[in-house]
């Protein structure tokens, strides 16, 4: 494997670029979240596919990343740097093959969120073989997948892609969000046909899929695995059934280790809860069939996007005026749209108040935590000029991490001429970080090896985001976690803040011994013990400190 300048400083600091065989928990999960078209292209002839154009409007259509794309970097080792535990990708299915505008210009489905036929996959992003590639180099290399899924709407109506029947989708009226009736069976916005997930009535197959399918050569077996289906499980042959199935049938195929769900409040919960049964067994199948991919005998996953859900709202999301438990119907975790908020407070207090959470009323669930994301317009820092800070709170917060692609090359999030949420959307900045352009006064290389390092640390040690929390001095601020759990005892230091004039001695009392010695996981230098604290030589900002 071919290593960067930034991997090799890190196998200097960390000893090791490669991944390495660690306690694994989702609630202390790096998820390094991408969008597929904006990512890395590796194959140009797929860029055009269904007769798609580049008249789009800025930043509105799609750019050519692949699958092919990632698992380079896959096996580049570019994730393995960063710490990275699992990917979320985003929808791989086959999107609309026309464009549209919902008033911010001409768009197309590059995003992935626009299905026209959930079993196949996207041209543009690659192939059946490339999506193999994928998952099985991120399994190679110690890496979960994620993928996310859709069962809320198809893809806007344009002259190349009908709407589905009335039976499947409703086309109005636009959600108001009143009350749980008009968020949930209603259209998101104008033209995006919503399923029909709340009836329990039998549907045919919608007409462009049987003509589709049939011109395609499998229609057959598809009807054949749908009449096995619904004869096996007692499903009705309802809208959301099928995408139970068909969503499901990514995993059994791929060995997708969890979901990402989309729009999860805009659907009746109990669907999520079936998902996740049909989903399970299908991921029980592929570990079966593949003994030697399989990481683990760890449990299928998955993680919801209530929008607007934060951590403080325990158990009870707000959806329209009712309270919600999702994490009783199928989920594992939620994704916590408060953090960027939250973030603006100092470090303890922002730590205190998530271990507490998670340790009181989100006892044995989890979040997963963001600074920035595809659909937020309000990220913690939408200048990119705290990218430091950004990684401390969030890589050094409990619970899950989530970085989304470009957090730690502080890609841009403010490209002139873009409209909406394409602005989060652009190409990923590879060229400024092979050039280590400057971002205000740092080069985005060195804001990069910063967020590898503390994710490196947080990858070693699951005490990080799965440990009780607790301050051990105010100046320099200083903490310990502590993980004991299933025969697994962890224990880590980590203080902020430190002078870079001089060394700075730092407090371990409670935690490590005199007399041992022990690892700034930053500098990659080692110290001994004495009186309860330790000194390195390196003048950082910030100590790691853990034993291997």
């Not at 409007?57 to 393995?80: H, N, S, V, W």
């Not at 109005?172 to 997930?197: E, H, Q």
């Not at 100092?346 to 994301?373: C, D, I, Q, R």
């Not at 804001?447 to 699951?462: E, K, P, T, Y």
Request: hydrophobic share 40%; charged share 20%; net charge neutral.
């Amino acid at each position: 494997m071919k290593l960067s300048a930034i991997a090799l400083s890190l196998v200097c600091v960390f000893g090791s670029a490669t991944a390495q065989t660690r306690p694994f928990s989702w609630d202390n999960a790096t998820v390094y979240f991408l969008l597929t078209d904006r990512f890395n292209n590796a194959d140009p002839a797929n860029d055009h596919a269904y007769g798609r154009k580049d008249d789009a409007a800025t930043l509105r259509g799609f750019m050519g990343g692949d699958l092919a794309g990632i698992t380079a970097k896959i096996k580049a080792g570019y994730f393995t740097d960063l710490g990275v535990d699992a990917l979320w990708i985003t929808p791989p299915v086959e999107q609309i093959h026309g464009s549209t505008d919902e008033g911010t210009g001409k768009s197309y489905g590059f995003h992935g969120y626009w299905a026209s036929d959930f079993t196949a996959l996207d041209a543009n992003l690659g192939t059946e073989a490339d999506m193999h590639a994928l998952v099985d180099a991120a399994h190679a290399a110690g890496i979960r997948v994620l993928l996310d899924v859709v069962l809320n709407h198809t893809g806007p109506v344009t002259p190349q892609d009908p709407v589905w029947p009335n039976g499947w989708v409703r086309t109005g009226p636009t959600c108001t969000y009143k009350d749980f009736k008009s968020t949930a069976t209603c259209t998101l916005v104008d033209n995006l046909p919503d399923i029909r997930t709340e009836l329990d009535a039998a549907v045919a197959l919608p007409p462009a899929l049987v003509v589709k399918w049939k011109k395609e050569g499998h229609y057959e077996r598809e009807v054949k695995e749908l009449d096995a289906f619904f004869q096996r499980t007692g499903y009705p042959r309802a809208p959301r059934y099928y995408l139970v199935k068909w969503q499901a049938d990514w995993v059994r195929k791929y060995g997708f280790d969890g979901f990402r769900a989309d729009t999860v409040k805009h659907t009746e919960p109990g669907v999520w809860k079936d998902l996740k049964v049909v989903a399970s067994a299908a991921f029980e199948d592929w570990k079966k069939a593949h003994p030697t991919k399989a990481l683990g005998d760890t449990p299928f996953y998955m993680t919801a996007e209530v929008y607007n859900y934060s951590l403080a709202e325990g158990r009870s999301a707000d959806v329209g005026g009712s309270k919600i438990d999702y994490y009783a119907n199928g989920f594992d975790s939620m994704i916590n749209f408060g953090m960027k908020t939250d973030a603006t407070a100092g470090y303890e207090k922002l730590f205190t108040t998530y271990y507490a959470a998670l340790n009181g009323p989100l006892a044995g669930k989890s979040v997963l935590n963001y600074m920035s994301s595809h659909d937020d317009g309000s990220p913690f820092d939408a200048a990119r000029t705290k990218a430091f800070e950004t990684a401390n709170k969030l890589l050094l917060a409990p619970g899950a991490a989530q970085i989304y692609y470009g957090d730690e090359t502080a890609r841009r999030l403010d490209v002139a001429g873009a409209e909406g949420d394409a602005k989060l959307r652009s190409f990923m900045n590879w060229d400024e970080l092979a050039a280590n352009a400057k971002r205000g006064t740092m080069g985005v290389a060195d804001i990069r090896q910063h967020w590898a390092r503390l994710g490196q640390f947080r990858h070693a040690h699951v005490a990080v985001g799965a440990g009780v929390h607790q301050m051990i001095a105010a100046q320099p601020y200083t903490f310990k976690r502590t993980y004991e759990k299933n025969g697994v005892r962890d224990r880590v230091v980590v203080a902020l803040g430190l002078p870079l004039e001089r060394a700075t001695s730092v407090s371990v009392q409670g935690v490590f011994s005199d007399g041992q010695t022990v690892r700034d996981y930053y500098s990659g230098q080692s110290a001994v013990v004495a009186n309860g604290q330790v000194q390195f030589a390196a003048r950082n900002a910030v100590v790691l400190i853990a034993q291997d």
